[in-house]
Structure formats: C-alpha cells, structure tokens
C-alpha cells in the first residue's frame, strides 16, 4: 500500500471524477472547466475531520482502473478526466502556487482499487489569496485535463 | 405609499413580450431593494401587468400561462373583495387594486416570478432556436437536482439580457453550470481568451478573465460586482466572438 501523504512522481497519470450535474455546452466547448478542480465543502469538510491539508480526490491510474474507482461512488453519475502528475507539477510552478501537489491517499478497505486513491493538496483558496490567480490555476488544470 | 407603487410605466397595454418582460424586469428590481415590512402596509400592484401578461400569453399560445394567469387574477380579486376600499385606492389609477397583507403580496410576486421565468423561456419572436434552448436549460435549473430559486434563474436572464445589451451582435451562447458555491457559471472559452461570469442568488456578479497567452488576469476580487463593469464588457468583447 503507498505511503499516505507520499507525493507521486511526475511520470504518474491521475484520474479526476466529477459529479455529471446538468450543464449546457454549446458546440465547441469541452469538459472539465475549473470547476472541476475546486475542493467541494465534503472535500474541507473532510480534511477539517482528519487535520489533514483540503485534498480534491484523484486516483492513481496505475494502481485503480477507472471502473473501480467509479465503484467508490457508484449512486451518482460521473464524468472522468486523466492528467499527468507533471501537469500539476507545471501548474504549480507556473503560478507559484507552492502548495500544490498530488499525494498518495490511500484508502484502508477491501475493496478493489482503494489503494490508487490521491489527492491534489493546495487547491483550497487561502484567507487573502488572489481569486484571480486562484482561478487561473484551477483553469490551468482543467485545460490539461482530458476526458477518458 | 410613494415608494411602494410598483406600476408599470406604459399606459395602454402591448401585447409585445419582450416590453412585457422589460416591465417585469423594473418590477422584480424593485422588489429586490430593502425596504422595512413593517412600512409595508399598502402595496399598489397594477392590474395593467395581469391583462398585459394575458395578451402576452395568447401570443405566444402559453395555455399554460393563460390557466395559472387566470387562477393569478382569482387570487388578486379575492383578496381585494376581503377588504374594503380606502384611501389608498382612490388615490391610485383606475385598474389597480390594493393588497395589503405582506404574505399575500409575497406569494404574488413568487408567482409573478415565475411567470417571467416562463415567458422568458418562451417569449421566441426575437430569439434564435438555440437561444431558446439555453433559456430552458436555465430555466430547468429550478427543477431538482439543482432546483435553485426561480429569482435566481431570473437574475440570470436579466444580467444575460442586460450583457447583451452592450453588444450590437448576439453573444455566442456560454457553456453554462452550477458551480460549488450555489451560483450559475456562465463561461466563454475561446482558446486563448476565456471569461467565467458567475451570477449569485442576488443578481451580483463574480467574474474572471484569462489571457491563456500572456497569463494577463482580470475580474473580481473579494466582493462581488452589483453592476456590469466596463471591464467585463471590454473582456467579453475581446472573447465571445
């Protein structure tokens, strides 16, 4: 099982789910937008729970297929997206965003694929942090994530 | 009793839609500034909207607006026969009626609201199909799962309307969601220019531009814009085309 807090190597390819909630996209445009990447309140509200830095979930593709990771939350209806951990790498660099990064996360159960899960840290908006660069960042990543 | 008279501004009626949804865009405004309920004890509501909005539903074939529409006016005329006439009335227009408990005028005016909702979505005459489309998706937002406050939706259609005001050609339509934060993201991508407007519940604006070429950055900060900026128009101009 991978190290909790671990970071991935830049080489690693991650999975991104996003709720499909209703959207109207006029021809041309493409999923995610930035959004996609924003903690949700579960996601702060988790990491209040655990002490723990704000993680938006991802899953390590080498370790979960995205059908197991699908599995985790199999009521809801899911969009599927795949980066590389260097693009967030890049992310972090090109918006001194220093937080940044993508850890190992793995969850403690049996079910197939728990260990691959991850989270990219530092994409909570700090007290104070400029919204704009904020939002750059997060239009940064949905730019180099594609859909699988 | 002044600040209270909500009235549409044109005498006679027309049986133009989007004049109607003007109208009905001052009136929704109004209601949206605070004022004390407790200084709320006459509101003057014309009858002029209802027949307006009637004229407005037989041209655009809304039987469904002409059924709730009438129910609308059943509900207007009881409560104006469960109180008798005073002053107040006789100082106002022929064609008006007084209301003056503060729950009854509330649940007009939600009514009322939807009832823009609706003949925004369905008002065609000077819109295209793919317009159309959009308005309902809006439009269906007030439906589970999302199922945000139909002011909301209609705060969306007035800031949309009003963007477009600013431009002789059509916006091209946005990619259009709800975001974490409760609010309606409306986002144009064009490559190397983007913008995201959000529209919160109260009509105000967060809004973000990039130029994903030279990383240049612009938009709100901490507090939302109440008002379309100049520097919104100017970023628009420069992506929605």
Redesign the interface.
Known sequence: MPIAGEELAAGKRILRLVKDIPRFIPPGYSLPTGDAFEPSTDDKEEARKRAQPVRVSVWDLELTTVEQAKAFRASEQLLAFDLMVQDVIDVRQLFNCHRLRVVADPFDVSQPGAYGHCGIEGLDRQKGEDRKTYRATLDELAKRAKPI | MSDLQIIPSTPTPSIDAYHFLDEAVVYLNAWNQPRSIAETTAIIYSQEAFREAQEVSKLINGRELQSFLADLSGTVLQSESQRPFNDLREGTTAGTCLISTEESVKSIVNDLTVVFAWLNVHATSRRTN?EE??RA??A??ANP??AFDIKHISAVFTRWDELSSYFDKQL?????????AGNI?L?W?KGRH?V?VDILPDGRL?W?Y?D?ET?E??????EPDSAISEALVLRLDQTVW
Do not use: M
């Not at chain 2, 091209?172 to 974490?180: D, G, I």
């Not at chain 2, 950055?217 to 901490?222: A, F, I, K, V, Y």
């Open positions: 793919r489309e959009w998706f809006i269906s937002l799962p999302c091209s339509l946005p990619l259009t969601q709800p975001t974490n993201q986002a991508d983007y995201e967060e973000f990039r994903r990383n950055l612009d938009g709100t900060e901490e």
